[in-house]
């Protein structure tokens, strides 16, 4: 079980539905980061041993967040104009896909639609 910190980035159903697969789960509006910088939430996340989950594809420059030094980078590119469902959908798709989430502990996986990448590779 991982505990995800949550992104504002992406809907704020997100937490729940992590959750209801089994892992924790923290949004960053819940505990007063919702406005803070990548730096900060990446901090937050490294800190506290939390795997970071967001939309922002910035979190998936290995240079300024080696996946090295985080319990897991989940970045989730969804199509252009994505609804939230969509979304909340490919979320779902990663989570319903146990190796990946196993293997997550210093890696940056990459969750866009019908593909999953995961670097460095399992």
Known sequence: MFHFLVDASLPGTT???IQA???GAT??????LGTAT???????ARANGLT??????DFGDVLRYPPADYNGLVVVEPPRKA????ILKLIEQFLNTPDVVAALPGRLVIVAP?????????
Not at 38 to 44: L, V
Not at 83 to 86: D, F, G
Not at 114 to 122: C, E, K, Q, T
Request: aromatic share 0%.
């Open 114 to 122: 019908g593909r999953i990448r995961v670097r460095p590779p399992i």
């Open 27 to 32: 949004d960053v509006r819940a505990i007063g």
């Open 83 to 86: 609804t939230r469902a969509i």
């Open 38 to 44: 990548d730096d900060e939430i990446a901090s937050h």
């Open 52 to 57: 970071l989950i967001s939309g922002n594809r």
């Open 21 to 23: 697969n089994g892992h």
């Open 15 to 17: 937490a729940a539905l």
